[in-house]
């Protein structure tokens, strides 16, 4: 009896002790609870506040022909309308992450009495017990660090928060909510810039097995990469794809043919590949001018990064793959020439001896190492040295192309280097020495100061005590002390002293005052050489310069945008006239065009002709910088004007042949993109149009190319004069005809 009451009295003690420990514990978690729900870890938001949700959105570029080429964000995510969601997306989402989602309102007691049992009293994995609303809200507001609190803090706020959004919202609305701001890895967020990224795809395009291997995704976005880790996604998505099944959404023959399909990605990362990545960036410098603009005249405020606008610009996607595939061409075919080059001298061995006898010189420089190193045909890794390192971006060759319209400055191609993510300085706004291919702008100055296509030149050695005895030579080394050049005929063919005798006869001033409209730096009076290209241009503005030649002497600035629209597709900015200069007479820029035809048909651009086999009327002209140290190319019609610029990174690392001449280096790129232009209908009927130059401008041209010094060149003037009014004659007597 006496142990019977003993074992009664524990009984009761125990039994007390534990309705105490319960009661305390259920007073812990109500009190627990209502700190939390009161805001003492922090305020909740409120209904109002979960009323007016926005995620931040990416603005997107896109090209003249619809093609997505960058985008600007805090945080890569492009929202979608319910309408652009298949529903095969939601269930997916469903059945893999929340399959009791419509039957709850926002907290599931079953999958956390499921976590319960099996992780704690089984010790067993049981997966979360979040539910999509709960996991949307960690999404939008993310979770504080409370210390050893932070689970169950974080866990009440979410409950409280999922709860209150789901009587704001319908279940549609917050499974539309979670996928566009849902993470997927790789800094994106969102279904839609999730289909961009891996499948290049919109999300209303992407078919059920791409649904799969994105939702399949979410579990673990590293783990379950399908670039990284193809095997591990495609066992994902038959994951997901059974879980489909199993709640209805698949039928068994479809699942069975859906799980057979192998993965195909077509993965674009505007990161890593850039096709217009220089482009890309000059466009956010002016998207954001405009849009500082916008609010100073409107008061209504824009942020590129977080707004969702849409950025349409006048690149051409197709012209900038023919572009950036011609510099690829031409570097890999022109590399291996110059390496050859600089291996048959001395220069690469006095470079590592430079190098090496730096204050900053380490023995650990010369230590071989795996290192990821980029070449024109793209990134491989290398067991080089440090030294070997900077030898091979030291002596790499580089090109910039610019393509506009000169009738209002519209660029429609711009590769600004090899490759943007590497190699990220903009080679087209970077200033060489310009060579012949400033040569027109000194006729064209000429012509505007009196001076006809008709006029003879010098074309005699010099040398010229004033200026340290300079004495330039053409590049052939000849000369013809008794005759005289035709001004057509000397710039056609790019010779050398009969440009220096127009430099003195025009004058320094007025040269200087043309490139000074034209946007070029100064220049000092005293430098004669400046005639023959020695003056430092950048791309952009020779290109534009030559714009002037093709569309009436008037130079445009380069432009970008066309508009700009909100999120909404509201149209926020147009572009209206850009700001224009009339630098030339048109006659004066017709008689230029007339004369760099003919440097194409029979002077120093006819590769473009015999090589490339370009038949549509162009003008053109070849650049050589002293040295060989920049190639140059530049050609137009009325509605288009391509240059092209061909270097290293220094002048110091050049080719010692006519490998590195202008009609070597830099005419092929034009060359090749022209030929693609020409065999595209549409492309050629809208760019390779005719030039509309009068007979006349022609048949003055066709003079003599040279001409006699003293008694008898006045007679063989006389003999030419009667010649050509012989020829006016039969053409006069053609037009009558043809009237």
């Not at 506040?49 to 805090?74: H, M, R, W």
């Not at 049981?126 to 993310?142: C, F, I, M, W």
């Not at 950048?538 to 008037?554: D, M, N, P, R």
């Amino acid at each position: 009896m006496v142990l019977k009451s003993d074992n009664s009295s524990i009984f009761k003690k125990i039994s007390k002790y534990v309705l105490i420990f319960v009661v305390v514990a259920v007073i812990s978690v109500v009190l627990f609870l209502l700190l939390v729900y009161t805001g003492v870890f922090g305020k909740l938001p409120s209904k109002n506040q979960l009323q007016e949700i926005s995620t931040n959105e990416a603005s997107l570029v896109f090209s003249s022909d619809a093609v997505l080429i960058g985008k600007y964000f805090e945080k890569n995510r492009t929202n979608i309308t319910s309408d652009e969601l298949p529903i095969y997306v939601k269930n997916a989402l469903i059945a893999t992450e929340d399959k009791r989602f419509f039957e709850h309102d926002g907290v599931d007691t079953q999958s956390y009495l499921r976590v319960f049992v099996k992780s704690i009293l089984m010790q067993k994995s049981s997966g979360g017990g979040s539910t999509l609303t709960q996991q949307l809200v960690k999404n939008l507001y993310g979770r504080n660090s409370y210390r050893m609190l932070s689970m169950p803090i974080n866990k009440a706020k979410e409950i409280f928060i999922a709860s209150r959004l789901e009587t704001i919202y319908t279940k549609e609305e917050i499974l539309l909510l979670y996928l566009n701001s849902v993470p997927f890895g790789e800094n994106v967020f969102g279904i839609e810039a999730a289909a961009n990224r891996y499948f290049n795809s919109s999300t209303k395009n992407l078919k059920i097995e791409e649904a799969a291997v994105l939702i399949g995704l979410l579990k673990a976005t590293t783990s379950f990469n399908p670039r990284l880790y193809p095997k591990k996604s495609v066992d994902r998505r038959n994951l997901v794809l059974n879980l489909m099944k199993n709640e209805g959404y698949l039928t068994k023959n479809q699942l069975d043919s859906l799980v057979k399909l192998p993965l195909k990605l077509k993965y674009e990362n505007f990161e890593i590949a850039a096709p217009a990545g220089y482009f890309v960036y000059q466009v956010k410098k002016q998207a954001t001018a405009i849009l500082e603009q916008l609010e100073q005249s409107t008061g209504k405020k824009y942020n590129l990064e977080q707004d969702g606008l849409k950025i349409h610009t006048t690149i051409n996607m197709q012209l900038q793959e023919f572009a950036i595939n011609a510099v690829k061409k031409q570097l890999k075919k022109m590399q291996p020439k110059l390496d050859d080059e600089l291996s048959r001298t001395s220069f690469r061995k006095k470079w590592y001896k430079n190098q090496e006898n730096k204050k900053n010189f380490k023995e650990d420089d010369l230590i071989k190492r795996n290192v990821e190193t980029y070449a024109i045909d793209g990134v491989s890794i290398k067991n080089i040295s440090k030294l070997d390192s900077l030898w091979h971006y030291y002596k790499m060759l580089h090109a910039a192309v610019l393509i506009t319209n000169p009738k209002n400055g519209a660029v429609l191609s711009y590769v600004g280097g090899n490759n943007y993510r590497v190699l990220p300085f903009n080679l087209i706004q970077s200033h060489r020495q310009i060579a012949s291919t400033f040569k027109p702008i000194l006729y064209a100055t000429a012509l505007e100061n009196g001076f006809s296509t008709s006029s003879y030149l010098e074309n005699e050695e010099k040398e010229y005590a004033e200026y340290d005895n300079w004495k330039p030579q053409n590049f052939d080394h000849q000369s013809t002390p008794n005759q005289k050049v035709a001004f057509g005929y000397a710039l056609a063919n790019s010779m050398n002293l009969p440009t220096v005798d127009l430099y003195f006869k025009v004058g320094a001033q007025k040269l200087e005052n043309s490139t000074k409209k034209l946007g070029f730096s100064a220049f000092k009076n005293n430098q004669p050489s400046v005639a023959l290209g020695t003056l430092d241009v950048s791309l952009e503005e020779i290109v534009k310069a030559y714009g002037a030649f093709a569309y009436k002497g008037v130079v445009n600035n380069l432009l970008m945008i066309e508009k700009i629209t909100d999120k909404k597709g509201t149209i926020i900015y147009k572009n209206k006239a850009i700001a224009s200069t009339q630098v030339y007479q048109q006659t004066t820029t017709e008689n230029i065009t007339a004369i760099l035809q003919k440097a194409i048909n029979e002077g120093t651009g006819t590769k473009i002709r015999n090589q490339f086999g370009i038949k549509s009327a162009l003008a053109g002209k070849t650049g050589t910088a002293q040295n060989y140290s920049n190639a140059w190319f530049l050609a137009y019609t009325p509605n288009l004007v391509i240059g092209t610029w061909v270097g290293a990174s220094t002048p110091d690392v050049h080719f010692n042949s006519v490998n590195g001449s202008g009609a070597s280096l830099a005419l092929p790129i034009s060359g090749e993109i022209l030929q693609n232009i020409e065999r595209n209908k549409v492309l050629r009927s809208t760019y390779l149009v005719p030039f509309n130059i009068s007979d006349e401008v022609y048949l003055n041209l066709d003079v003599e190319p040279y001409q006699d010094k003293g008694i008898d060149g006045f007679f063989k003037r006389l003999f030419n004069f009667k010649s050509n009014k012989t020829k006016i004659e039969r053409r006069n007597i053609r037009r009558a005809r043809r009237n």
